[in-house]
């Protein structure tokens, strides 16, 4: 084989990978796009549930003015939900992704406990301005779910590719790092319904 032979096929080989790297790298950059986009969506859910609140505290507290310490939970954990802030680039921080999730949970938890005391008062059940609150916040609570479930499906086809070999050695060197998964090992005590007695 001849120097130039060697020298071609030398080439082509590194004309291919060339070519190779360059579309992993587009086509990790929409998938990223793609993540930060299903991001995006999760928050406006959580932005959407997070702004019934004061609707729904109020119209409770106008029947159930001693139940101070539920309302006051739920304002603690709205406040904190909005002191939590996680963006796109924050993803791959698993410490902002538990504390996002943590605050998320309390906040759903202090809901959980709000529409238990609602629970307690027929007329209140009975008030429009509750059912029409009460049936907006459980739609929100189902178009959470259904985007959380979308992010964790783009999630799952990131990480698949960057830990993918061998592509995974050159994602690595450019800057692409798995992402973080939403996770369900609090939640289960985080969203637990709090027992009622109607004693």
Not at 39 to 58: E, G, K, M
Not at 163 to 175: D, H, T, V
């Amino acid at each position: 084989m001849s120097k130039t032979m060697i020298r071609v096929i030398l080439g082509v080989v590194i004309v291919v990978i060339a070519l190779w790297s360059m579309s992993l790298y587009n086509g990790m950059l929409s998938l990223d796009e793609e993540v930060k986009a299903k991001w995006s969506q999760v928050l406006n859910q959580y932005q959407r549930r997070a702004d019934l609140i004061p609707n729904l505290v109020s119209t409770v507290k106008g029947y159930a003015d001693h139940e101070e310490k539920v309302f006051i939970e739920v304002a603690k954990a709205r406040s904190q939900v909005g002191s939590v802030n996680i963006t796109a680039d924050d993803l791959t921080d698993p410490k902002k992704m538990e504390q996002f999730q943590q605050a998320q949970g309390e906040l759903k938890s202090a809901i959980s406990r709000l529409l238990l005391v609602a629970e307690r008062y027929p007329e209140l059940k009975s008030n429009q301005n509750f059912l029409e609150l009460q049936a907006q916040l459980e739609g929100t609570e189902n178009r959470i779910a259904v985007e959380r479930m979308r992010y964790i499906d783009i999630v799952k086809t990131f990480n698949t590719k960057v830990r993918r070999m061998p592509q995974a050695i050159l994602l690595g060197l450019m800057g692409f790092d798995p992402i973080v998964q939403f996770g369900v090992e609090n939640e289960a005590e985080i969203n637990s319904v709090p027992e009622v007695s109607f004693e």
